[in-house]
């Protein structure tokens, strides 16, 4: 598949990286030499410099023969006429970026197949972690019988310095599998002999129904939030403050600007808003920190995100998640007393990701601070692997079979479980393996 990328900033340069890792055929536009220069030297992929937005510059650049075009700068407007120019170019499938909600209504008449809005992407994960649990992901496979769930492994775990292959009944009866550990930013595909660490980030697949086992073996609670701290008064703070007030979570926003407090408190009336410091000790302890489920450091600071979120955790919060703008964090600082990290920034790019696996796919979940995905795709007539076991299919090291959806059974595999044509296979892959994964179809 032949992808332009238009923007070569957070979003953008990380796009083209994951797909040009892939092998896919990526262009990335950028109207600042400075930025073109910087994404030439650290992306294996063809860099233009000139205005994405312009069907000339477009033209000249030989980038016609296009299957889907991808704008995702800053700038608003700058996507929408980056869509428009690639309507006058024939371009098939269009992706934006878009915040402003009456540039939305004007890009979707450019026939744009996906609007992506980073601040409600990220709004929507953190929903998910503050309804999940103290967990950094949950999400369900084949039709909710299987579950994919990470958090960062506590002292309470028992999985702490132990094998894999030593934890818990014998793999004929597991009911879960672990098939990624994600440390200091690295991510690995894990086998028997894996050592566990304190703070990894472990990734484990379980049945739905025995998913109690595998909240145990991370050492973490399997409770709901009901009581939530926001710490800054952001966009995305604000958002996400309405989803959960309109999810019946109890929310408090604090923020050290008073007019910012006195709008919030006016656009979001079903949730506390309190002015003060959100670092301060004493504001928190105010603010009954210590009764609270979650504590979300939400402001455009990372260092006060970072800082908020280890005093929360000292006075006794039940979790603390961190947002943070530069997205090299999000992997070396998760485990680091946080039970989550998110990026608006990488949860846009990830569900763009998301979108563009579409096709022999079905779904396909990623990861904050790994460049793992985990993908959903049934087993066809000419599959490769039809009649092997999983063994005998002797998977690249950075791919794992996680799951299987047989009919109406869904369950966690083993070596010697034999693939059969019409399986749904969840495969975790890193993006050497993504091609590896998709074979599999047939």
């Known amino acids: 598949m032949r992808i332009v990328v238009v923007g070569a900033g957070a979003v953008g340069s990380y796009l083209a990286s994951r797909l040009a890792l892939e092998g896919q055929d990526v262009v990335l536009v950028d109207s600042n030499p400075a930025r073109a220069a910087e994404a030439q030297a650290e992306i294996d992929c063809m860099v233009v410099t000139g205005n994405g ?12 023969d296009v299957d889907l075009l991808i704008a995702v700068t800053s700038a608003d407007a700058i996507n929408v006429l980056a869509c428009h120019a690639a309507n006058t170019l024939g371009i098939p499938r269009k992706v934006a970026r878009i915040e402003d909600a009456e540039l939305k209504a004007e890009v979707a008449n450019l026939g744009v197949d996906l609007i992506i809005d980073p601040g409600e992407a990220a709004a929507r994960e953190l929903l998910t972690l503050v309804k999940s649990g103290a967990v950094a992901e949950l999400v369900e496979f084949a039709d909710g019988r299987l579950l994919l769930v990470g958090a960062y492994v506590s002292p309470a775990s028992p999985l702490v310095g132990k094998r894999l292959a030593d934890v818990g009944s014998s793999e004929d009866e597991r009911n879960w599998l672990v098939v990624a550990v994600i440390r200091h930013g690295n991510t690995l595909i ?18 739905a129904n025995r998913i109690s086992e595998a909240y145990e073996l991370l050492g973490i609670r399997d409770r709901a939030a009901q009581k939530v701290l926001i710490l800054g008064g952001t966009r995305l703070a604000r958002i996400t403050a309405a989803l959960l007030a309109d999810n019946k979570i109890s929310t408090t926003i604090i923020d050290g600007d008073r007019d910012r407090c006195r709008l919030i408190a006016e656009e979001i009336p079903n949730v506390v808003t309190v002015c003060g ?19 979300l450091a939400l402001s455009g600071w990372d260092g006060d995100n970072l800082l908020g979120s280890l005093v929360a955790k000292e006075l006794g919060a039940g979790e603390a998640i961190a947002r943070f703008m530069n997205t090299d964090f999000v992997g070396i600082l998760g485990g680091a007393g946080l039970d989550a990290t998110v990026s608006a920034r990488l949860s846009a790019a990830n569900e763009i990701l998301r979108f563009v696996r579409r096709g022999v796919i079905y779904s396909v979940a990623t990861f904050t601070d790994s460049d793992a995905e985990a993908i959903e795709l049934a087993v066809g007539p000419k599959s490769p692997a039809i009649g092997k076991t999983l063994i005998e299919l002797n998977p690249p090291p950075t791919m794992i079979i996680g799951g299987i959806q047989r009919g109406d059974e869904a369950f966690v595999p083993r070596g010697n479980t034999v693939i059969e044509e019409g399986d749904h296979l969840i495969v975790i892959a890193q993006p050497d393996a993504i091609a590896a994964a998709e074979s599999l179809s047939g």
């Open 53 to 64: 937005a312009s069907a000339t510059v477009l033209r000249e650049a030989g980038l016609t």
């Open 190 to 207: 894990p086998r028997g002999a894996t050592t566990i660490e304190l703070h990894d980030h472990v990734v484990m697949m379980a049945r």
């Open 277 to 295: 410091d959100p670092t301060d000790p004493k504001v928190l302890l105010s603010e009954g920190v210590r009764s609270t489920d979650s504590v």
